[in-house]
């Protein structure tokens, strides 16, 4: 996909077997609005000057350092410097990452709760194995390179791993992780913060103020990365747009479509054509 105007492009592929996918782009400018992610996201630059914001900090990469980005972290994107910035980015699924590492008898890292120690990290080894395995996987190398590519990568993705702090499981935050899971639960009903307060037995002013404290985002905003997350595993296997949008509390298929569009730089259209790009087995 090349937008001739601005000459950004995205060239997005997909794994059948594993549902990794892969994304290589060049943008100028503006490139993503904040938006989050169910997967696990390694990646790397490979030309200019990316900055984003994610966990509330703004971070600069350039070639040779690594992003890692744990599920649910928010981040935007854009390019400070004339020329544009072209970056290669996988995305892990939970789930699957999740059977990979027991099997191997290593840490979970694929939870929401799990947190990378650095989003950047000038890691050499850690740099080149994201880069391999990105290569296997996006250029359709055979099976075994992208097992054993893969088998390295994660080993080496288990040493950038934090524990959550003890606060995480404090009342508050086990009160706030409950109002996500009720936003989850009813994330195609029109809910308001009256009703939602009244769910979670705390007033709207409070509950805004500390979910906000809690996750960098107010209640609404969260539920839409929700609903975007959500719609692109419903894409992803085969449900049609106008479907997926009354499925995940989206207005009509526009609206969906232009949330979309802001934060994937794709329409939902796209994306799920893009998904029959799969790799061969």
């Known amino acids: 996909m090349k937008d001739t105007k601005s000459g950004d492009w995205l060239d997005f592929r997909r794994d059948s077997e594993s549902g990794i ?3 290589s782009a060049h943008f100028t400018g503006h490139a993503y609005d904040p938006h989050d992610h169910d997967e696990v996201l390694v990646g790397f630059t490979h030309q200019g000057v990316q900055r984003f914001r994610c966990h509330r900090t703004l971070h600069t990469s350039r070639p040779g350092r690594a992003i890692l980005i744990e599920p649910g972290a928010v981040h935007d994107g854009h390019a400070p410097e004339t020329g544009g910035f072209t970056y290669s980015m996988l995305y892990l699924p939970q789930s699957w990452v999740s059977d990979r590492l027991a099997q191997r008898g290593l840490a979970d890292i694929s939870l929401i709760e799990a ?7 000038d890691d050499e080894t850690l740099f080149y194995a994201i880069q391999q395995t990105f290569f296997a996987f996006h250029h359709r190398e055979g099976k075994l390179a992208r097992d054993q590519s893969m088998d390295r990568l994660l080993s080496l993705l288990t040493r950038h791993i934090k524990a959550p702090p003890a606060s995480y499981k404090s009342d508050t935050m086990l009160l706030m992780h409950r109002i996500r899971e009720i936003l989850h639960e009813r994330m195609a009903d029109d809910i308001g913060l009256d ?3 009244s769910l979670a037995g705390i007033d709207r002013f409070r509950l805004s103020r500390q979910f906000y404290k809690a996750f960098g985002q107010t209640p609404h905003a969260w539920l839409v ?3 975007l997350r959500s719609a692109r595993a419903l894409l992803a296997h085969g449900q049609e747009p106008a479907l997926v949008a009354a499925q ?3 207005a009509d298929q526009s609206h969906l479509g232009r949330w979309f569009q802001r934060a994937y730089r794709m329409s939902p259209a796209a994306f799920q054509q893009q998904c029959t790009n799969v790799l061969s087995r």
């Open 21 to 23: 996918e892969s994304v």
């Open 115 to 121: 947190a990378f120690r650095h989003t950047l990290t």
């Open 225 to 227: 990365r929700l609903r």
């Open 248 to 250: 995940v509390g989206f």
């Open 195 to 197: 009703e939602l307060s």
